[in-house]
Structure formats: C-alpha cells, structure tokens
C-alpha cells in the first residue's frame, strides 16, 4: 500500500511516522520524504488501520 502525507515535510516528520508504524507492528516499510509518500507492506493492518496510525500523529494522508 501506498498513501501520499502531504504535511510530512522533514526528517522529524520521517522519524515521527516510522517510530508509529514501528509501535503498530509494522515491520517493512519506507517514507520517502522527497515525494512524501510512505510504502506499507502489511497483512497485519488494513489500509483504515494504517492510515489511522498516521493520522493520529497529525499528519493528513492523502
């Protein structure tokens, strides 16, 4: 799964959303910071769930 985070925009950011899918269980994943995109490989979560663990960092996901 791919979601685009508009308000992602520095390596805070970056780190913020990594430790949250990291807390979540997620184990494969990448945020790209330059295309502000973050690529999710999970059977674990649904893309509700995934979006949901974002969002509750304050970021909007497209």
């Avoid at 994943?29 to 509700?48: A, P, Y």
Wanted: net charge negative.
């Amino acid at each position: 799964m791919e979601f685009v985070v508009e308000n992602m925009s520095c390596g805070h950011c970056k780190m913020t959303i990594e430790k949250a899918l990291k807390e979540a269980g997620v184990t494969t994943f990448d945020v790209d910071l330059s295309n502000k995109t973050v690529r999710v490989d999970s059977s674990e979560l649904s893309e509700k769930e995934l979006i949901n663990v974002i969002e509750s960092k304050g970021y909007h996901v497209k």
